[in-house]
C-alpha cells in the first residue's frame, strides 16, 4: 500500500441542490483519498451563506471555497458575468472579509460563454477584489475571445491559471506545441498552473507538449462536477494516473496533489502532509497494475500500466465510511462519450473490478 496526506483537490464543485455544476463531496471523498476540497466560485456573494450552512457545515471532509466575482456564482451552467450588475466588487470584498475562515480568494470564469458581451471587465473587477482582500484570484481559461495574453496581464504572483493544459483556443501552447513566452513569463514570476481537468478542459496533447519540454503542472485537480464525475475525467486518482500514464514520477504525481494545493491555499502547514501536530488526513492507496486506457476530453486515448486505487480515507482521525454518490441532478443526461467508457469497461470502477 501507498500511504499519502489525504489528497487536496483544488478545484471542484460541491454546492449540490442549488447550483448546475455541484455534486456530494462526502460519497466521493471516501472512495478517493480527497480529504479537502476547494470549491471554486460555485458560490457566489448572493448564495454564499447557504453553502456555508448546508455544505460545509455538516461535511465531514474538509470544504473550503473561492467566491465567484458574480454574485449568483455558478447557479447556471454558463453566463454569470454577462450581466456586469452581478460583478458587485464592494459586496464580493465584504464576503470575502466576513468569512475568511472557509474562502480563501476570488474566482473568475473568463472565456466567450461567461462573460457574454463583457469582455475583460469581469476580470478587472476579480482582480481588484484580489488586491483589496490580499487573497489570491483563479482565473478559468477556455474558448476566447478574450485571448490568453488580455488575461495575463491581469495576473500576479500567487494567482491561479486553471485549465492550463485545456485544448480549446485559449491553450498555452501554440499550433506546434510550442510554450508562449508570455506563459514561462507568467509561471517564472510566480503564477500557478493549476490543471482543472472537468469535461472540457484537458487535452493529452498540450499535456505532452508541455512535459515534453520540463514544464509539470504545480497542481493536478479534478474540476469534478456533475458532468466530468461520470467521466473521462471520474475522480482526482484516475486524473492522477492519467499523469502516471504520460510518465511522469509518482512522488511528482503525489505533490501536485497534497503538499503544492496546500501552499498555493496558504494552508501548508495544515494540511497536505503528514507530519506530527498536523491533523490526521490520511489516505491509503494500491497500485493497480495491468493495462488501462485515460481518455481525455477530446476522447484522446492513452494507455497506461498503473492505477491509483485508494483503499482507505482518513479526516481528522476518522475513517470515512464508503457511500452511494448521490443522485444525478435532472438537467444531467449521459452523453454518448460517457455511454461507451462504461460499456468498453474504462472506468475506475471496471478497472478495480477487474482484478
Ligand atoms: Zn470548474
Known amino acids: 500500500m501507498i500511504v499519502t496526506p489525504g489528497l487536496v483537490d483544488m478545484h471542484t464543485h460541491v454546492y449540490r441542490n442549488a447550483t ?17 476540497w476547494l470549491d471554486v466560485g460555485s458560490a457566489g456573494s448572493y448564495n454564499f451563506q447557504g453553502f456555508r450552512e448546508w455544505i460545509a457545515k455538516p461535511s465531514m471532509a474538509r470544504l473550503y471555497a473561492l467566491l465567484n466575482i458574480s454574485s449568483i456564482g455558478l447557479t447556471a451552467r454558463t453566463w454569470e458575468l454577462a450581466n456586469l450588475n452581478y460583478c458587485d466588487v464592494d459586496l464580493c470584498t465584504k464576503m470575502i472579509e466576513a468569512n475568511a475562515d472557509l474562502i480563501l480568494g476570488v474566482k473568475v470564469r473568463i472565456d466567450r460563454l461567461t462573460t457574454g458581451g463583457s469582455g475583460i471587465e469581469p ?21 476566447g475571445p478574450p485571448s490568453l495574453d ?10 491561479i491559471l486553471t485549465h492550463c493544459f485545456t485544448g480549446h483556443n485559449m491553450r498555452i501552447v501554440d ?117 488501462f486506457s485515460f481518455y481525455d476530453v477530446h476522447m484522446n486515448r492513452r494507455n497506461g500500466r498503473q492505477f491509483l486505487r485508494n483503499t482507505l480515507t482518513i479526516v481528522n482521525g476518522r475513517e470515512m465510511a464508503r457511500q452511494p454518490d448521490g443522485q444525478a441532478a435532472p438537467w ?15 472506468t475506475p470502477a471496471a478497472f478495480g473490478a477487474c482484478l
Open 332 to 346: 444531467i443526461d449521459l452523453s454518448e462519450d460517457q455511454r461507451n467508457l462504461i460499456k468498453w469497461g474504462h
Open 150 to 159: 488580455e488575461v495575463l496581464v491581469h495576473m500576479r504572483p500567487g494567482d
Open 20 to 36: 448546475f455544476w455541484g455534486i456530494h463531496a462526502d460519497p466521493v471523498a471516501a472512495r478517493t483519498g480527497v480529504t479537502t
Open 175 to 291: 499550433d506546434a506545441g510550442r510554450i508562449s513566452d508570455a506563459v514561462k513569463q507568467a509561471w517564472g514570476a510566480g503564477i500557478v498552473m493549476d490543471i482543472g481537468h472537468g469535461a472540457g478542459s484537458f487535452s493529452f496533447e498540450t499535456a505532452q507538449s508541455m512535459i515534453g519540454a520540463g514544464y509539470l503542472p504545480d497542481v493536478i485537480s479534478s474540476d469534478i462536477h456533475q458532468l466530468s464525475i461520470h467521466g473521462p475525467l471520474f475522480e482526482l486518482p484516475t486524473c492522477m494516473s492519467k499523469f502516471l500514464a504520460l510518465g511522469v514520477s509518482l512522488v511528482d504525481v503525489i505533490r501536485a496533489a497534497t503538499v503544492r494545493p496546500a501552499q498555493v491555499m496558504g494552508m501548508a502547514n495544515h494540511i497536505g502532509a503528514l507530519r506530527v501536530g498536523a491533523p490526521a488526513d490520511v489516505a491509503m492507496f494500491e497500485m493497480l497494475e495491468g493495462d
Open 123 to 143: 476580470l478587472r473587477r476579480a482582480r481588484e477584489v484580489a488586491d483589496r482582500v490580499q487573497r489570491p484570484m483563479m482565473v478559468h481559461i477556455g474558448g
